[in-house]
């Protein structure tokens, strides 16, 4: 089968919320959002799976209405920092030499209540349940870029947790046989944002 793993779009940027910071998509989110939806909605995608945040939720939507299926939420799809009260792209933070881009490129967020050997678990588990209940198929799954990365890391034999930059709405396909086999046939690509000014970063 085919996994397609889509990084959300781009969402607006929250600070010191009162509770976990879940923020809805920006303007040019949504535009990437249709962008996505127009690239892969003629693919024979026979499901769409979604973390249950926001930013992530409002990605696949317009995936899933192209598509003609119901979005499937997964509450393990949900980026390692869905308690944290902010929410800033991580472009920015790079941008910056923000100590907690430099705390996720070296691997050590678990500073942060975070247990990165945990999260990449539970990310395992959920991609691996939707692998096995979908045989012969193709499935589209809307998360986020530490859920790819603790994935690919996982098939790919990569220690670092965090080891590349997913861009917004980029699409990364796994092929998965019924053996178990994992084999990683695209990553990052952007097709549907070349040429727009809708690739952000």
């Not at 919320?17 to 923020?23: E, K, Q, W, Y």
């Not at 192209?66 to 308690?83: N, T």
Request: aromatic letters at 6%.
């Amino acid at each position: 089968m085919e996994l397609i793993l889509v990084r959300h779009a781009e969402p607006v940027r929250i600070v010191d919320a009162d509770g976990p910071a879940d923020p809805p998509l920006a303007e040019r989110g949504a535009k990437q959002a249709e962008a996505l939806a127009a690239y892969l909605g003629a693919e024979p995608i026979g499901a769409v799976w979604s973390s249950p945040m926001v930013r992530a939720r409002e990605t696949a939507a317009p995936l899933a209405a192209a598509l003609g299926v119901e979005v499937v939420v997964d509450s393990e799809l949900a980026e390692f920092d869905r308690e944290a009260t902010s929410y800033i792209p991580i472009e920015e933070l790079k941008a910056a030499k923000d100590e907690r881009w430099l705390a996720m490129v070296e691997g050590t967020f678990e500073d942060n209540g975070v247990d990165p050997a945990a999260f990449q678990a539970g990310v395992v588990r959920a991609v691996d349940h939707i692998i096995n209940g979908n045989p012969g198929g193709s499935v589209a799954v809307v998360c986020h870029g530490g859920v790819i990365n603790a994935y690919l890391a996982h098939i790919l034999g990569i220690e670092r947790p965090l080891w590349f930059e997913p861009k917004y709405t980029s699409v990364h396909r796994v092929l998965a046989s019924r053996r178990g086999d994992r084999s990683l046939e695209t990553l990052n690509e952007i097709a549907h944002l070349r040429g727009t000014k809708l690739l952000a970063g």
